[in-house]
């Protein structure tokens, strides 16, 4: 069983930047890849960025250009480096790998 632990949302004006955290634990295989997803309310859940182990990422067009997906060294940290935020940015953020998910980490864009 993989357990994953998201941090690191919170309340930030329109242009500023967060940093999510994930923190993978229990039979967590290093080659599987990784993905944050968002949802808002009353929307369906979207694929937002993955990493491959390898390193190989991919984004929603949406957020192209500003966000950061990256893996920490021993590869069992997920980060999303989150920067120029937009209000629709607006959601809850989680963590997904292994057939596992976090419990998700607030993320609020607002002035």
């Known amino acids: 069983q993989v357990q994953l632990v998201e941090s690191g949302g919170g309340l930030v004006q329109p242009g500023g930047s967060l940093r999510l955290s994930c923190t993978v634990s229990?039979?967590?295989?290093?080659?599987?890849?990784m993905a944050w997803y968002r949802q808002a309310p009353g929307n369906q859940r979207e694929l937002v960025a993955t990493i491959t182990s390898g390193g190989s990422t991919n984004y929603a067009d949406s957020v192209k250009g500003r966000f950061i997906i990256s893996r920490g060294n021993t590869k069992n940290t997920v980060y999303l480096q989150m920067n120029s935020l937009k209000p629709e940015d607006t959601a809850v953020y989680y963590c997904?790998?292994?057939?596992?998910w976090g419990q998700g980490t607030q993320v609020t864009v607002s002035s």
């Open positions: 997904s790998g292994g057939g596992s």
């Open positions: 229990g039979n967590f295989n290093p080659m599987y890849v």
